[in-house]
């Protein structure tokens, strides 16, 4: 139980964790992957690399320490990252690791003049504390999805059906359960864990669902990354007949139900995700605008699938932008270059009437979420979702 006391040392260490949060995460992670290689499969190296992985936990107990006077004021950020753990199978035993590391990385970070008994042992019981609301809101959710129809618990196989390209990056892959049984049915934008070996060494990665549930298979579209070692593993290696492990589907991106006008931008392999929540928005008598921005015509996946809705359903609109145009004949892009406040103004609904649901590389969804509070587009109404970390758009 954290003390009125514990607390008071945890709003006092906010100042010193605002100017060297970063610092802090990165020694710990720097710790935890020496000391405890076991967990290693749940971090994404290039996550490590680029820093995305040190600012996201950063932020996160920034967040905490901000509000630990409050901690319903945590629901966003506590239900992303229990659906990220979830995804990437997060157990209770990995708990205890991560306090050991982080509360030797605040001693050894901070110095012992300024991390004191008095400050660990409050850090200590904070920690716990979220600990505790994680493991139980995890729980819940795995006992959920191991009792629902079709569901399982862990790592279930499911054979590749089908291996499809998509682009010149993008490649789908087609899932069924080797065991022939029912599959879990999850909400358009949600995605799964894959539990993938490479070179002998156990990764976890998570995939968005590319196509609306089914009820018997699942389907990921996965972009080739340069340095990606699951990305070329699945490209180069896996082919038809091949098993892999899946983890259940997860996510928090999905859907509203209301009766607004759906709009979907997305941004290269960020038209994953939005493919199946358009499928679903489909189903409803909404109107729908797509808006997709590629690199060019050869990497712009699911082109044809746009083309067909387009032409099936008139309450469907698309837009695709190519930030390079050199192809003569193929599909033909709206506009060249990349968004702006002036293209998006004219091909989005002017009433502000409308949900925006958007996804790609982190400057990309930065510039539409100012956008669309420079339209007038209130926030609750823009909704986004990161591969990788969660970090701050603003």
């Not at 035993?93 to 400050?119: D, K, M, S």
């Not at 994680?134 to 959710?141: D, F, Q, Y």
């Not at 358009?278 to 712009?300: C, K, M, S």
């Not at 003569?328 to 925006?356: E, N, V, Y």
Request: glycine share 8%.
């Amino acid at each position: 139980m954290l003390t009125d006391a514990q607390r008071d040392i945890i709003k006092a260490t906010v100042p010193l964790l605002e100017t060297g949060g970063e610092a802090l995460t990165t020694h710990f992670y720097e710790l935890m992957l020496r000391d405890y290689p076991q967990v290693r499969p749940l971090f994404n190296q290039a996550h490590q690399a680029s820093g995305t992985q040190q600012r996201a936990l950063a932020n996160g107990v920034l967040t905490y320490a901000r509000h630990i006077d409050q901690l319903e004021a945590l629901g966003p950020l506590a239900s992303q990252i229990v659906n990220k753990h979830v995804a990437l199978q997060i157990q209770p035993e990995h708990y205890p690791i991560v306090g050991t590391c982080l509360l030797q990385a605040i001693r050894e970070v901070l110095g012992e003049n300024v991390a004191t008994n008095e400050v660990i042992d409050g850090w200590a019981a904070a920690y716990q504390q979220l600990a505790d609301l994680l493991i139980e809101a995890e729980r819940l959710i795995y006992d959920d999805m191991a009792t629902a129809p079709g569901g399982w618990r862990g790592a279930r196989a499911f054979q590749v059906i089908r291996k499809v390209p998509e682009s010149q990056e993008i490649t789908s892959f087609y899932l069924e359960p080797v065991d022939g049984k029912p599959v879990l049915n999850f909400k358009p934008g949600q995605y799964i864990g894959l539990l993938l070996k490479v070179n002998g060494e156990e990764i976890r990665r998570n995939y968005s669902l590319s196509a609306a549930p089914n009820g018997h298979s699942y389907r990921i579209s996965v972009k080739r990354e340069a340095r990606g070692l699951a990305s070329n593993f699945l490209h180069d290696q896996i082919q038809k007949g091949d098993t892999l492990d899946l983890f259940p589907p997860s996510g928090q991106f999905s859907l509203r139900h209301n009766d607004r006008h759906q709009v979907f931008i997305s941004g290269g392999v960020g038209i994953t995700p939005t493919l199946a929540m358009v499928e679903a928005a489909l189903q409803t008598e909404r109107p729908i605008t797509f808006i997709h921005y590629a690199r060019n015509v050869h990497v712009h996946a699911f082109a044809n699938q746009l083309t067909t809705w387009a032409n099936r359903y008139p309450r469907f609109q698309a837009y695709v932008v190519y930030e390079e145009h050199t192809a003569l004949s193929g599909p033909q892009p709206h506009a060249i270059g990349r968004p702006t406040a002036t293209q998006l103004s004219q091909w989005l609904p002017c009433d502000g009437q409308f949900d925006a649901y958007y996804l790609g590389p982190k400057p990309f969804m930065a510039l539409i979420r100012r956008t669309l509070r420079d339209l007038g587009l209130p926030d609750e109404q823009s909704h986004y979702e990161f591969f990788g970390p969660a970090e701050d758009l603003n």
